[in-house]
């Protein structure tokens, strides 16, 4: 097929598609929500407890007891501010501890500690700041703990770099982005088929072959285009953009193949909609596997998307390379290229 | 024909037309979303709310013996635990994220340790875990094991609240959220996408060549959408054990939202041509029906902000009977409003229906050919 056929089709078919109102109003918000979400989110994690403390001396030993358990310590110069801080939210939890504590404690008749917490702090914070106090007091009195653990560290230890939820959310935004373009080209198409538009083109010199070659440029190139840019916007191409889009180029090819199969059934464009909602609410699923760790079964390795959201999330995230994510290419570039030849059939079946 | 002919003719009209709508209503991908969604969505958020995303770190334990170490860390609810049946099973859930921290408990662990004796314990430790809920769970272990050797806790720690403000569970703030999205999706949307299609289709024109009236019609699809409006609150309600000491009161107010709902949809569905201009429009004003539910996420937020909004008034009532056990005298003022805006509504319909003379009989009635 010449090139300037290819180019016309193409441009018919993006202002087809920016003249629905409702997909071309979506595509440009949904870019910019997500882009605006992400940028709204923390860029860090805070994985620390604070704690403010009030004492008329504060017995050293208590402090650093404290910090080993992890806690930062932010001292007070009255139980007055200590309170007003608890109730104004600039700490969670305070303690007050009364003069002679550290002696009492030695002698076995220490005075009781006050924990002073915001009301609606979670309960489940409530008691472990009431336990890290206890352990700590147990610590503190001499008692021993006989205990000696062997420690496996599983994964790398990201303690202290840890991945903001934003760097999370990062595969689901792309995901979700190419997924959306299975709805917006499945309805391009159904529209053509309901003005008839698609059978005068076939009655032309024009090949359905090169049609649908055209249709499949449009596909790939929007939802390739939309997922690319919110990468580079929020830096998500920052580590081996290569492998980043090569990634996101299949699963472009991998949406469009879905949407060439959902133009195949739907009727108009209610029941894109419909079937472009199934296909999206079961194709995000492996998503969530990243904001939820541990519900991933290993089932959700037959959806093609896993290898997708596996991929961007590991290699924007965890640093993996080439090496680390053959599998995983190798695994969605046979998946893309399955449903996009499935799709193409299901579709030149339909039309010839 | 007398008035009271008229209006038995006009009721029968609408039934049989409400029957059709029933027949037909469940094949409409919006019928079915507006049952589907709110279901969906009050699956996910308890099982993520009520389990998931807590805030507690997950412990998982392998009980080689039979340690009360276990139901004491069961009892705790600074923690989440998990137990496994064996170390290759445990090491798999912690190496997936499934918990933070996982414990391989020996054979005759309490009685070693109530002894004195030093204890060895396999610990896996998920990389990805938060600090503080390292600590956490460090610490509640630490104190666990020493209850179980019979150690006296040296001091008392006496805790104290501060401020008036309660702690409210996600799910919680999440409910009027959800009540509102059933109540509109059900109430103004089935109806709304309902009228465009039939303008699309043409069978709108069809409709109204027959004696029902554009009135009368309007009735029969707003009559769907109020029930299933009214179907889907109660059912999300009771799906979220929210359904309060009030159920008439409830039932009442849940009503009325499902009317304002109703002639919302009617309005779209009279001045919409189209299926894409509907859904854009949806799209641009949906923030508006669903900004007073933000106001209930974020008790931070100034709550006169939310009673700018009219669906404030949809959902107010319904978060107070529910939530806060409210009755008739708590909830009036707002249910009144609410009332005065569904009448408001309504005659903006009749209004518009009245203007275009839409509700003409095009074929001429029985009775009245001459």
């Known amino acids: 097929m010449a090139a300037h056929t290819l180019r016309t089709l193409v441009a018919k078919d993006l202002t087809l598609y920016f003249r629905n109102r409702f997909f071309a109003?979506?595509?440009?918000?949904?870019?910019?929500?997500?882009?605006?979400?992400?940028?709204?989110l923390p860029a860090t994690v805070d994985e620390t407890l604070e704690m403010a403390l009030f004492a008329p001396s504060v017995p050293p030993a208590f402090a650093e007891q404290l910090t080993q358990e992890g806690v930062i310590l932010r001292q007070m110069e009255s139980e007055t501010a200590l309170r007003q801080a608890v109730v104004d939210g600039d700490v969670p939890v305070g303690i007050t501890i009364p003069a002679g504590w550290l002696e009492g404690i030695a002698a076995g008749e220490a005075e009781p500690l006050h924990l002073f917490f915001r009301a609606d702090l979670p309960a489940e914070f409530q008691d472990a700041y009431r336990i890290?106090?206890?352990?700590?007091?147990?610590?503190?009195?001499?008692?021993?703990?006989?205990?000696?653990?062997?420690?496996?560290?599983?994964?790398?230890?990201?303690?202290?770099?840890?991945?903001?939820?934003?760097?999370?959310?990062?595969?689901?935004?792309?995901?979700?982005?190419?997924?959306?373009?299975?709805?917006?080209?499945?309805?391009?198409?159904?529209?053509?088929?309901?003005?008839?538009?698609?059978?005068?083109?076939?009655?032309?010199?024009?090949q359905t072959g090169s049609l649908f070659l055209g249709k499949a440029v449009t596909g790939v190139g929007l939802?390739?285009?939309?997922?690319?840019?919110?990468?580079?916007?929020?830096?998500?191409?920052?580590?081996?953009?290569?492998?980043?889009?090569?990634?996101?180029?299949?699963?472009?090819?991998?949406?469009?193949?879905?949407?060439?199969?959902?133009?195949?059934?739907?009727?108009?464009?209610?029941?894109?909609?419909?079937?472009?909602?199934?296909?999206?609410?079961?194709?995000?699923?492996?998503?969530?596997?990243?904001?939820?760790?541990?519900?991933?079964?290993?089932?959700?390795?037959?959806?093609?998307?896993?290898?997708?959201?596996?991929?961007?999330?590991?290699?924007?995230?965890?640093?993996?390379?080439?090496?680390?994510?053959?599998?995983?290419?190798?695994?969605?570039?046979?998946?893309?290229?399955?449903?996009?030849?499935?799709?193409?059939?299901?579709?030149?079946?339909?039309?010839? | 024909m007398n008035p009271l002919q008229n209006t038995t003719q006009s009721v029968r009209r609408i039934a049989v037309f409400l029957g059709k709508e029933f027949l037909h209503g469940p094949r409409n991908f919006l019928?079915?979303?507006?049952?589907?969604?709110?279901?969906?969505?009050?699956?996910?958020?308890?099982?993520?709310?009520?389990?998931?995303?807590?805030?507690?770190?997950?412990?998982?334990?392998?009980?080689?013996?039979?340690?009360?170490?276990?139901?004491?860390?069961?009892?705790?609810?600074?923690?989440?635990?998990?137990?496994?049946?064996?170390?290759?099973?445990?090491?798999?859930?912690?190496?997936?994220?499934?918990?933070?921290?996982?414990?391989?408990?020996?054979?005759?662990?309490?009685?070693?340790?109530?002894?004195?004796?030093?204890?060895?314990?396999?610990?896996?430790?998920?990389?990805q875990s938060l600090l503080k809920n390292?600590?956490?769970?460090?610490t509640t272990l630490a104190v666990l094991i020493r209850e179980t050797a019979g150690q006296e806790a040296p001091v008392e720690i006496v805790t104290t609240p501060l401020g008036d403000l309660q702690s409210m569970p996600w799910e919680e703030r999440l409910l009027p959220f959800l009540v509102l999205m059933a109540v509109i999706l059900?109430?103004?949307?089935?109806?709304?996408?309902?009228?465009?299609?039939?303008?699309?289709?043409r069978t709108l024109s069809a409709v109204t060549v027959t004696p029902l009236s554009i009135g009368e019609l309007y009735a029969a699809k707003g009559l769907l959408g109020f029930l299933l409006s009214l179907l889907m609150g109660t059912v999300i309600l009771v799906l979220n054990n929210a359904f309060g000491i009030h159920p008439g009161l409830l039932l009442l107010s849940l009503a009325l939202g499902a009317v304002m709902a109703v002639t919302f949809g009617v309005l779209l569905g009279h001045f919409i041509?189209?299926?894409?201009?509907?859904?854009?429009?949806?799209?641009?004003?949906?923030?508006?029906?669903?900004a007073p539910a933000l106001v209930y996420l974020f008790p931070e937020i100034p709550a006169w902000i939310g009673r700018l909004f009219p669906t404030y008034y949809m959902v107010q009532p319904v978060v107070e009977i529910s939530q806060q056990g409210a009755g008739w005298a708590e909830i009036a003022p707002e249910l009144a409003i609410l009332a005065l805006l569904?009448?408001?509504?309504?005659?903006?319909?009749?209004?518009?229906?009245?203007?275009?003379?839409?509700?003409?009989?095009?074929?001429?009635?029985?009775?009245?050919?001459?």
């Open chain 2, 186 to 201: 059900g109430g103004s949307m089935v109806p709304a996408t309902s009228l465009v299609e039939e303008k699309q289709r």
């Open chain 1, 223 to 352: 939802a390739f285009a939309q997922a690319f840019l919110l990468m580079a916007v929020t830096g998500g191409l920052s580590r081996e953009p290569l492998l980043i889009t090569l990634t996101l180029l299949l699963g472009a090819l991998l949406a469009t193949g879905i949407a060439f199969l959902i133009a195949s059934v739907a009727r108009d464009m209610m029941s894109v909609m419909a079937w472009g909602m199934l296909a999206i609410l079961v194709l995000a699923l492996p998503a969530f596997t990243v904001l939820i760790p541990g519900i991933a079964s290993q089932w959700l390795q037959i959806l093609p998307s896993h290898y997708l959201v596996d991929t961007v999330y590991r290699v924007a995230n965890l640093e993996a390379g080439w090496a680390d994510m053959t599998g995983n290419l190798l695994a969605l570039a046979a998946f893309s290229l399955a449903f996009f030849a499935l799709g193409a059939l299901a579709l030149r079946r339909k039309f010839q």
């Open chain 2, 273 to 290: 041509k189209d299926i894409n201009t509907l859904f854009a429009t949806i799209k641009g004003i949906g923030i508006l029906l669903y």
């Open chain 1, 132 to 206: 890290i106090l206890q352990e700590m007091t147990y610590a503190m009195s001499g008692q021993p703990l006989n205990i000696r653990f062997t420690e496996e560290t599983l994964g790398p230890d990201l303690v202290g770099e840890q991945i903001p939820m934003r760097e999370q959310l990062l595969p689901l935004f792309a995901v979700f982005i190419l997924l959306m373009e299975t709805m917006g080209l499945a309805s391009l198409i159904s529209a053509e088929v309901e003005a008839h538009t698609l059978q005068a083109l076939l009655v032309t010199p024009l």
């Open chain 1, 25 to 40: 109003f979506i595509t440009v918000l949904a870019l910019v929500f997500y882009a605006l979400i992400y940028f709204l």
């Open chain 2, 134 to 138: 390292r600590v956490i769970l460090a």
């Open chain 2, 31 to 127: 019928f079915i979303m507006a049952i589907v969604v709110p279901l969906v969505l009050t699956f996910v958020i308890q099982l993520l709310f009520g389990s998931l995303f807590t805030g507690q770190p997950r412990l998982g334990i392998v009980d080689e013996g039979d340690s009360r170490l276990v139901t004491a860390a069961e009892a705790e609810n600074a923690i989440r635990v998990n137990r496994y049946p064996a170390a290759a099973e445990l090491r798999q859930a912690v190496a997936g994220g499934a918990v933070d921290l996982g414990l391989v408990l020996p054979p005759g662990f309490d009685d070693r340790v109530e002894t004195g004796e030093t204890v060895a314990v396999n610990a896996y430790l998920w990389g």
């Open chain 2, 342 to 370: 569904d009448l408001l509504l309504v005659a903006i319909i009749a209004f518009f229906i009245y203007a275009q003379r839409s509700d003409r009989r095009l074929l001429p009635r029985p009775g009245k050919s001459g």
